[in-house]
């Protein structure tokens, strides 16, 4: 065998291999979900927004219930690809709990729960911004990222998060570009 047909032998299974993986992965994010299966995921749901905002000293994300929120919009509101990486984020982190711990994520300690959501924040994004903007175009927001973006909107639209967490001005008088705040002084809940 010349090296040409080599060359091209070597080609052609490649080609052959990313386009499978391919149609594999759009497949996987394109099957249909059932709402069940998102509504099953609520009590996990509820643990990983309360370790992005957990209760101090102003409520937490449980608190406010940003996982009736989440799951809501996932429902009601997202397309099958996001639905489907959804799915597959919450899979992600249960299975790494099982992995790595040994055990149910729910069942996990808070530092394993950490480690388990910071192993999943870990893997979302390319170092190179053209990577990330063609993934995000063809396979969808990464789960951990508009995971967080979903907990922060619910967080921030809920009474408890707009009234006892933000600085809520019910009736705002005039709008003012440019205020300076006072130490310790919260952010506006209102934009």
Not at 13 to 23: H, K, L, R
Not at 88 to 110: P, R, T
């Amino acid at each position: 065998m010349n090296r040409r047909n080599y060359i091209k032998s070597i080609l052609a299974v490649g080609a052959v291999g990313v386009t499978s993986v391919s149609a594999y992965k759009w497949f996987e994010l394109n099957h249909q979900v059932d709402s069940k299966q998102i509504a099953d995921k609520r009590a996990i749901v509820a643990e990983l927004a309360e370790l992005i905002i957990p209760r101090t000293d102003t409520p937490g994300a449980k608190d406010a219930n940003v996982q009736d929120y989440v799951i809501g919009v996932m429902t009601y509101c997202a397309g099958t690809k996001e639905q489907n990486n959804f799915l597959a984020g919450i899979q992600g982190i249960e299975d790494y709990a099982a992995d790595k711990f040994g055990k149910d994520f729910l069942k996990c300690s808070l530092k394993e729960k950490q480690a388990a959501l910071k192993h999943s924040a870990r893997g979302t994004r390319f170092s190179s911004p053209a990577l990330n903007r063609v993934s995000d175009r063809y396979l969808g927001p990464p789960f951990f990222s508009r995971f967080k973006t979903l907990v922060v909107e619910g967080f921030c639209f809920s009474k408890p998060g707009a009234t006892q967490a933000l600085a809520y001005d019910y009736v705002p008088g005039s709008y003012e570009a440019c205020i300076p705040l006072k130490p310790g002084q919260k952010s506006w809940a209102t934009k």
